[in-house]
C-alpha cells in the first residue's frame, strides 16, 4: 500500500493506494501520528485510489480519530466508492466520520 503525503495549507493529505488491511494498517498510522507529532491538526485520508479496506483499517482509523481530536484536530474522508461508503455505512462509522464525495469538498470542511 504506498501512502502519498501531501499538504494544502493547513491540512494534511494521504492518499492510499490499493488496500488498507492489516498487514501495512501500521504504516497509515505511524505517518499520521508522525504528521500530529510535528502539529497537524488537520488529516484528510483520500480513498480515491482504494478499492478495500478489512476491519483491521477500519481499527485503526477509528484509533487515528480518537488520537487526532484529543489533540484539538480532526480527520476527514473522501471519495470513498460505492463499496467502501457501503462498508462505512453498514458500520455506522460514517456517523464518527465526516465522508465527503471529493477532495475539494472535504478540504472546504475543514
Known amino acids: ?20 488491511i492489516v498487514s501495512n494498517r501500521q ?8 504528521e500530529a507529532e510535528t502539529g497537524a491538526r ?15 483499517g477500519l481499527g485503526v482509523l477509528v484509533s487515528l480519530a480518537k488520537r487526532l481530536r484529543e489533540l484539538g484536530g480532526d480527520i476527514r474522508l473522501a471519495n ?7 462498508l462505512f455505512e453498514l458500520t455506522k462509522l460514517d456517523t464518527l466520520f465526516q465522508i465527503s464525495d471529493s477532495r475539494e469538498r472535504a478540504l472546504e470542511t475543514f
Open 42 to 56: 488537520k488529516i484528510l485520508v483520500d480513498f480515491h485510489r482504494t478499492g478495500y479496506i478489512d476491519s483491521a
Open 80 to 86: 470513498l466508492n460505492d463499496d467502501l461508503q457501503t
Open 27 to 34: 504504516e497509515l498510522k505511524q505517518r499520521v501520528l508522525d
Open 1 to 20: 500500500m504506498p501512502l502519498h503525503v501531501s499538504r494544502q495549507g493547513e491540512v494534511v493529505i494521504v492518499e492510499i493506494e490499493g488496500q488498507l
